[in-house]
């Protein structure tokens, strides 16, 4: 099982990036995603979620900013990141669970806002 997450970089404050994170070696269509991040020296953090059946759950410090989206037909969960604030700045992981499987996290992808 491998996820390739592509996308980090640098931003200006109010600025956009995507996140992308292609999965392979397993059922892609039967595991819930979600995009975590963590800060230097904080813990890592749930950023926003979407289920195997499309529901959708975010952090409250990014709602109405960022959307998580899953294309099955792709194996890939994205992370599209608006308005974004230097507090965003961190290394952003994405990761797929599901009951009775172990859970899977991809190699990070750096974001950093500038202000």
């Known amino acids: 099982v491998q996820l390739q997450a592509s996308g980090g970089g640098l931003a200006q404050t109010g600025g956009s990036l995507k996140l992308s994170c292609v999965v392979y070696?397993?059922?892609?269509?039967?595991?819930?995603v979600a995009w975590y991040r963590q800060a230097p020296g904080e813990y890592r953090a749930l950023v926003g979620s979407?289920?195997?059946?499309?529901?959708?759950d975010y952090a409250d410090s990014v709602k109405g900013r960022f959307t998580v989206s899953r294309d099955n037909t792709k194996a890939t969960v994205e992370l599209q990141m608006n308005n974004l604030k230097p507090e965003d700045t961190a290394m952003y992981y994405c990761?797929?669970?599901?009951?009775?499987?172990?859970?899977?996290w991809g190699q990070g992808t750096q974001v950093t806002v500038s202000s």
């Open positions: 979407v289920s195997a059946r499309g529901t959708t």
């Open positions: 070696g397993v059922l892609f269509n039967d595991f819930n």
């Open positions: 990761k797929i669970f599901r009951m009775g499987r172990p859970t899977y």
